[in-house]
């Protein structure tokens, strides 16, 4: 499996943005889809995005279309996620993972790779 380090949170203004990102080692990145999921204090881990091996195909919740937008830099083995226009529902640890195809990373989520895991609040 790929081993994946999130970076990126902190804490922001309702309508602010951030950036997190993802470096990936251990395995040939573009050999994955990557993606990234988030789970708030009380609530079960939920999709967020995705995005294929070369970075051509996106798939997004419904929660943050227009919001956020996923990228990959497979030349750097680093994905991110551009967060714009907060809201305190947000508010949540951001996972990165990766999985052979889209499929696998949303539906069989325990046999993907994942990250630590990075905070971001999103204060009123």
């Known amino acids: 499996q790929v081993q994946l380090v999130e970076s990126g949170g902190g804490v922001v203004q309702a309508g602010g943005s951030l950036r997190l990102s993802c470096a990936a080692s251990?395995?040939?990145?573009?050999?994955?889809?990557m993606g990234w999921f988030r789970q708030a204090p009380g609530k079960e881990r939920e999709f967020v995005a995705a995005?294929?091996?070369?970075?051509?195909?996106?798939n997004y919740a419904d929660s943050v279309k227009g919001r956020f937008t996923i990228a990959r830099d497979n030349a750097k083995n680093m994905g991110y996620l551009h967060m714009n226009s907060l809201k305190p529902e947000d508010t949540a640890v951001y996972y990165c993972?990766?999985?052979?195809?889209?499929?696998?990373?949303?539906?069989?989520?325990?046999?993907?790779?994942w990250g630590q895991g990075t905070q971001v609040t999103v204060s009123p």
């Open positions: 251990g395995r040939t990145f573009s050999d994955y889809t």
């Open positions: 995005v294929g091996r070369f970075g051509f195909s996106t």
């Open positions: 993972a990766a999985a052979q195809n889209i499929e696998s990373l949303k539906n069989t989520p325990n046999g993907n790779s």
